[in-house]
């Protein structure tokens, strides 16, 4: 048993001094212009990683999360990341070594993909959100995990009976503030929205978490009725999927090192 | 009608549109690659810490590099390949920027070779003690023993265990993709993200690596007849 215990901690001594030798490079990119030739980090299958693809001479590191790719940032293994302008943030406040880029890249526009030919089902969840916008319960739910005056309190649903069968929901819980893990529950603005949408339809909510780049090919099979995921609109994705109106506005963004 | 131009335009939107094939044909180098130097990794590593055991079983000696190797075993055995690779990718080499290919068959190799050891083990325990009295008789100490008459008939015994692991360390190196390596899996992946179409690129991926398993069991069954063929019994 000593020799058990003397040995782990040789082998985590040794596991230490690796990690403490050789120290994070400084960071190299200070617009989106420096990108030209780094490495990018990002997440496969977002707009980022998208966006990376475009850029000239670059390595694209394609994580299968946004967090690990910001991990890779923070270790120096990558020289920036491109990632939503949202989650961005929630990921520079909890690394105080990391920073946003003022310059971001075009806005693009949140929407709620549903499967190609089921019109039905996305027209009633259009009028849904629409009335969700004019009555204000939209930006009452975004407040709470956007902003100053964010306090992560979940919209609680009406306790109706719901009589018109439940709505499956493909989300990746890797997302803040849209959706992340909390205390063993999915939570954020596209869980609380989704929430107030099945209110109004009557239906209960079902949340389904997946790698990022299975959802819009859940919502085409079949498997999910719904992706609500931080899904930009864009041209490849609407040859799959069919999308709601949009219910944010987002940009990406570069995140790197604190010089 | 409608089904096959549909079809084809799927054809063209996943593997040549684009260049998507690319995707797949690097992953597949890089599977190759990770694949082959974990294998020489693990079987070096693997005989080493087999010979270890098996000396110990057999004569009692190397009390403490037994001790080693059963921790190593234990601690390599019992946890999951992905979180060994995450472990080496983010936790050891923490802070400095390494070969991800590197760090692929770091871990793989240290993974298989705890397979590899019990699996040599399991051949060299099976030979008769007969055989090290053999040796000893015609005045081989233990270590010729072992490489000149234990080991070459050992090997001809785990030879369809020994291809089993390597088959499955194939396998398992599809999931590199986690330190954002693009194997074969994660190339279809990036076709998958790209196209939004699951069908064709899975079923691509999943017939290379098909090919491969049949090719190296071919090959294994190959060596196999050499090997019976020396065999006088």
């Given at each position: ?65 946004g967090a690990?790719?910001v ?12 990632i939503d302008s949202e989650p961005a943030k929630v990921f520079v406040e909890k690394n105080d070594?990391l920073q946003i880029?003022p310059?971001p890249?075009?806005e693009e526009e949140y ?18 959100l629409?009335?969700l916008k004019?009555d204000g319960t939209l930006a009452e739910i975004t407040s709470h995990w956007i902003g100053d005056e964010a306090d992560y309190v979940s919209y609680v649903p ?13 989300t990746n819980a890797e997302f803040p503030p849209y959706e992340s893990m909390e205390g063993g529950e999915i939570v954020g603005i596209d869980v609380d929205m989704m929430k107030a949408v099945?209110d ?5 909510l079902?949340v ?20 609500v995921a931080g899904?930009s ?13 949009g219910y944010a506005v987002s940009t990406q963004v570069?995140i790197?090192?604190?010089? | ?233």
């Open positions: 048993m000593k020799k058990t215990l003397s040995l782990t901690a040789a082998l985590s001594l040794l596991a230490v001094t690796l990690t403490a030798c050789g120290s994070v490079p400084a960071n190299t990119v200070h617009s989106a212009d420096d990108l030209v030739g780094k490495t990018i980090g990002c997440q496969l299958g977002t707009t980022g990683y998208i966006f990376a693809g475009d850029v000239e001479d670059a390595t694209v590191e394609p994580y299968n999360k690990d790719a991990q890779a940032l923070k270790q120096g293994k990558v020289d920036a990341v491109i070594t880029l310059d890249f075009v929407a709620i993909a549903y499967k190609k030919g089921n019109d039905e089902l996305g027209e009633k969840i259009d009028n849904a629409t009335q004019e009406e306790d109706t009976t719901n009589t018109n069968g439940t709505l499956v929901m493909a099945c109004v339809l009557d239906m209960e079902v389904e978490n997946m790698e990022f780049d299975s959802i819009i090919a859940a919502v085409d099979s079949g498997k999910a009725d719904v992706g899904l609109v864009t041209p490849d994705r609407e040859k799959n999927v069919s999308f709601t109106q570069i790197v090192r604190k010089d | 009608m409608n089904f096959f131009t549909q079809f084809g335009d799927k054809l063209y939107s996943t593997f040549i549109e684009d260049d998507r094939w690319m995707y797949l044909a690097d992953g597949l180098k890089t599977t190759l690659i990770v694949t082959f130097f974990a294998v020489i990794v693990g079987v070096i590593l693997g005989f080493l810490l087999a010979v270890i055991r098996a000396t110990h079983d057999k004569t009692g000696r190397l009390k403490f590099l037994n001790f080693l190797a059963k921790i190593y075993l234990t601690v390599i055995r019992g946890t999951p390949v992905v979180v060994q690779l995450l472990i080496i990718y983010f936790v050891i080499f923490a802070s400095i920027n390494v070969d991800k290919i590197f760090v692929a068959v770091l871990a793989f190799g240290l993974n298989s070779a705890a397979y590899v050891a019990e699996i040599v083990r399991s051949g060299i325990m099976s030979i008769d003690n007969g055989q090290f009295e053999a040796g000893a008789s015609l005045g081989l100490n233990y270590t010729r023993t072992m490489i000149h008459i234990i080991l070459p008939q050992a090997i001809r015994n785990i030879l369809p265990a020994l291809a089993n692991e390597f088959i499955v360390l194939l396998k398992e190196t599809s999931v590199a993709g986690y330190i954002a390596l693009t194997d074969l899996t994660k190339g279809g992946d990036i076709i998958r993200s790209a196209t939004y179409e699951a069908f064709l690129p899975l079923l691509a991926v999943a017939l290379i690596y098909l090919i491969m398993v049949m090719l190296l069991s071919w090959l294994v069954s190959r060596l196999e007849r050499r090997l019976s063929k020396s065999d006088r019994g």
